[in-house]
């Protein structure tokens, strides 16, 4: 048998020490909220209020850098696993109308798990009037996806996770494993890819973020 090669020696990797940090470059931090129960998203409104849910289905709100007790709104929630209150996003004309929009997971008839998109209007930091625009997106224990935005065309995206079902990711008849557009009064743009549906990208797993490049308005 042929003689086995001598390995040739590892390279050793280059040792990088970190650069000191001084304490100039270490910020401050202030605790402006505790004892909270699992926040998930939060949006700052023009006057600086900054307006974030908690899973278990409240809207709170923090002024002037302190924590009102009193949520703006509780909202009846399934919330199980990574299910619950999720997404949170205020309209463009907020100062105007009040809108806040959010993401939740609900029990439907047969007590199966379903998320939707409802629609409240927002007075002296109390919730009312509120408006489902999108109901009846498949839901699970995981995989809810549950995020809004609003692009920089002012339509409202709204994430979904493949509810645990990773074929319903492809399946255009299903709201499940998608970015979701939509007008902010809930109807479906005309110019969505697909007539009629509200569905504006598919084959996503769980998407629970989204960003615009600024200046390209790439959507990541």
Known sequence: PAPVPTP?????LPV???SPISSRQVPSLEA???GLEVPWAMAFAPDGRLFFTERPGRIRVIQQGKLLEEPV???EVAATGESGLLGLALDPQFQLNGYIYVYYTYRDSARGLKNRVERLTIKENKAGDSKVLLEGIPGNAIHDGGRLKFGPDGK???TTG???TAQ???DLHSLAGKILRLNPDGTVPQDNPFSGSPVYSYGNRNSEGLAWQPGTGILF
Do not use: F, H, K, N
Not at 8 to 12: D, L, R, Y
């Open 32 to 34: 402006v909220a505790s």
């Open 162 to 164: 493949d509810s645990g």
């Open 156 to 158: 409202l995206y709204i």
């Open 73 to 75: 709104a509780r909202l």
């Open 168 to 170: 319903l990711s492809q």
């Open 8 to 12: 040739e020696p590892a390279t050793p």
């Open 16 to 18: 990088i020490s970190p």
